[in-house]
């Protein structure tokens, strides 16, 4: 078995958008590099990848979308995304023209699924979203069992971003945060 390898990927001297992410991420894992960690720096996001067998195409398939809008709109495309296309959300942040976490008016999510078919993948995942202590489940206001704001340990939490104010189209200083856990469906 080979030793792991890692390389780290900034926004700095790539091009930038979400279909740019969508092929580096596709490409990485088709020569056998998953991420591992997001984080941000003065350049942006910062994404680290680890390879197993270098060469050899990683068990998972990558996807990137975004889209702005409400929070409710956040979490109700993610959602619907996610269901529609078979993923899992694996990290959610802000971008703009500039790249990450800057004044624009987008949500960019990065997703996953399994190469091979895997009848049990289906809907793997629910996803809500926490804005100032109030659940926010998208489009559909559907109620959710056992929320992270009364059981944090049942939900991990895949990114924060901030809240956009659709009434006077800024952001109102309030960061909405979003979850995920594994269905029971």
């Known amino acids: 078995m080979a030793t792991p ?7 700095s ?3 930038l958008g979400w279909s740019e992410d969508r092929e580096l991420l ?7 590099w998953d991420p591992r960690r997001f984080d ?16 050899t195409p990683s068990e998972w398939e990558y996807d990137c979308n975004q889209e702005g809008g409400t929070s ?4 109700g495309t993610l959602k619907y995304y996610a269901e529609s296309h078979g993923l899992e959300i694996i990290f959610v942040y802000r971008v703009g023209t ?7 008016g987008y949500t960019r999510f990065y997703c996953r699924r399994p190469r091979t078919d895997n009848p049990r993948w289906k809907f793997p995942f629910e996803y809500c979203g926490v804005v100032a202590g ?6 559909e ?21 901030r809240s956009w104010n659709e009434a006077d189209w800024t952001f109102n200083g309030r960061r909405l945060r979003i979850y995920k856990r594994p269905s029971s469906r």
């Open 5 to 11: 390898s890692r390389m780290t990927i900034t926004e």
């Open 13 to 15: 001297g790539r091009d």
């Open 26 to 32: 596709r490409s990485l894992s088709d020569e056998g």
């Open 40 to 55: 941000f720096d003065n350049s942006g996001l910062v994404i680290s990848f680890e390879c197993q067998n270098l060469g």
């Open 72 to 75: 409710v709109a956040t979490i």
């Open 98 to 104: 500039q790249g990450a976490e800057r004044q624009g």
């Open 134 to 139: 109030e659940i926010v489940t998208g489009f």
């Open 141 to 161: 206001q559907v109620q959710v069992e056992r929320p992270p704001t009364t059981h944090p340990k049942e939900w991990e939490l895949i990114g924060t971003v």
